[in-house]
């Protein structure tokens, strides 16, 4: 058969000599070692967890290495696209301090533009064009409905499904029962020849996993499909080659797919890169680890830790906690590096699924809030209720010293250990509304209601905002100790059965008289924030 005639005619046209696209998209100039990654999302608009925690390994390793990371958009399929999505990709990402150095909508160095894989589509009918006149590639006239029933057909003989060796109907089609069904009109695919077989294992080198026993790819898998368009195997093998890709850095769902890869690196005459098949994120659900899913956990969707007011650092931290298994220590060493100052090592990432916890994250969280300032706390805060807050919440923020009183306090800046009230944004903004506007009652009163009004009354007799905290304190003892209760906390515990408790249970019940809650930070500075009136006020309120 007429290969040249028979690619002329599947692809016509004048296409460029492939040796063009080699110079036009010449290797990279970087130092030794440099890694050239990618971030290579479908325009869909769902970016989740995964995709973040692909690229912050994608990230480290391209710029610890001196080399680069870009942005390449895979919309060979158009049903999936979604307008802005390309855009809620860099700006998701960006929240959490990845940047890209080229790549769509980004610019950068334009050498191996562009970035969008339907504005590529001439250079994958170049090759798709050159595969057919070596005989590496044909025509497939198969119908959807054939298909299914061949699916069908090997399904019920419990046979792997998909188009190959004998299954393949038009794979050896003749010379004459092809130009026949092309002069017919009938629409075609273009498949790989595959020369694999499928009893053949070889041991393939994952830069993560480390040695993985594959077989070898024997599916003659489509490569253009009818529209002239390139599917995401044979684009990823052509966008990779020539963007220069020196690693593959990709989610482990990807690996089934990895002896197509190979062969069609090969087939190409392409070297191969490396590749790296990053674990799955998983959770626990009862007794059972399985994977995070798009259905049933809001946390694997980006948008979550946003809504959530999750501080990008704190989730950051977490990510690398996941990923490295010498970050946690690294980081608890050297708490005020830069993140990307850790030796962000691919032999140190984890080989099977990491376990995600929101429990570990919010534990994380709480200890990243509690060494920010409260400058920088109030910003983030602000940044979070300006987004998703209530107009009551946008309030707090009109009047800032007041503001950083209150967070100094809730943080304990001024004192010697750090306070680690705040998980996110969102829960702190709420646990310091009762700084603001009237306070609601959260916890309940340990004591009946008339040794209530006696606490409250005895307290407002020798209320006075300007006492010192001590002689504040020692009016409370000497309330507690009118009252029944242990002034001194050993007097307590040495004899309870003599007390009707001790001052903690007094202090107990005007803390939540002022704040609504049983815990809080010291109680005489959140007074002297709240001032005599307000504070009188809620005392009174909270008689009966
Ligand atoms: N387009 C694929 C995706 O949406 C990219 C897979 C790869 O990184 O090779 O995940």
Known sequence: MDLSALAERLIPGEYPPLESFEK???????????????????????????????????????????????????????????????EAVIAALDYFDIRFDEGAEIG?????????????????????????????????????????????????????????????KCRNLSEEEIYAALDAGKPYVIRLRSLGDPSHKFTFHDEIKGDVTVTENDQDVVILKSDGIPT???????????????????????????????????????????????????????????????????????????????????????????????F???????????????????????????????????????????????????????????AFGTQEQKDYFSDEEYLLRVL??????????????????????????????????KDAYCVDDATRNAILDGFLASYDINNDAQVWFSNVKALAASLGYAAEMRDYKANPEAYKGNVSDVAEVLRIAVTGRANSPDLWTIMQILGEERTRERILAART
């Open 232 to 326: 995401y195997h044979f684009a990823h093998a052509v966008d990779d080659h020539l963007m220069r890709t020196t690693l593959v850095i990709r989610g482990e769902e990807w690996l089934a797919s990895l002896p197509i890869h190979l062969e069609l690196f090969d087939a190409l005459g392409f070297r191969r890169p490396k590749y790296g098949h990053n674990c799955s994120l998983m959770k626990m659900d009862g007794e059972s680890k399985r994977k995070l899913s798009k259905r049933k956990d809001p946390e694997l969707s980006l948008s979550f830790y946003r809504q959530e007011g999750y501080h990008p650092f704190a989730v950051k931290v977490y990510m690398l906690t996941l990923l490295n298994s010498d």
């Open 108 to 168: 950068g160095d334009d050498t191996y533009a562009p970035w969008y894989q339907r504005q590529r589509a001439e250079i994958y009918r170049a090759y798709a064009k050159e595969l057919i006149r070596q005989g590496r590639a044909y025509p497939c006239f198969c119908t959807e409905e054939e298909l299914s029933e061949l699916r069908d057909e090997q399904t019920a003989k419990k046979e792997i499904t998909g188009y190959y060796g004998k299954y393949a």
């Open 328 to 386: 946690e220590e690294w980081h608890q060493k050297f708490p005020d590096k830069p993140l990307g100052e850790f030796p962000f090592r691919i032999g140190k990432m984890s080989k099977s699924g990491a376990l995600f916890d929101l429990d570990k994250l919010n534990d994380i969280s709480r200890t990243e809030l509690s060494r920010l300032s409260a400058e920088d706390m109030a910003a983030f805060l602000k940044e979070w209720t300006f």
């Open 24 to 86: 036009r998209y010449p290797p990279r100039d970087l130092p030794k070692g440099a890694e050239v990654t990618r971030l290579a999302p479908s325009p869909t608009g769902f970016i989740h967890l995964g995709n973040l925690f692909v690229a912050i390994a994608n990230e480290r390793i391209a710029h610890r290495s001196g080399g680069k990371l870009y942005l390449r958009i895979e919309d060979t399929d158009l049903k999936r696209k979604v307008d802005g999505a390309v």
């Open 408 to 441: 100094s306090l809730c943080m304990g800046t001024s004192g010697k250990k750090r306070r680690k009230d705040f998980v996110t944004a969102k829960q702190a903004v709420e646990e310091i509304g009762y700084f603001f506007g009237a306070c609601k009652q």
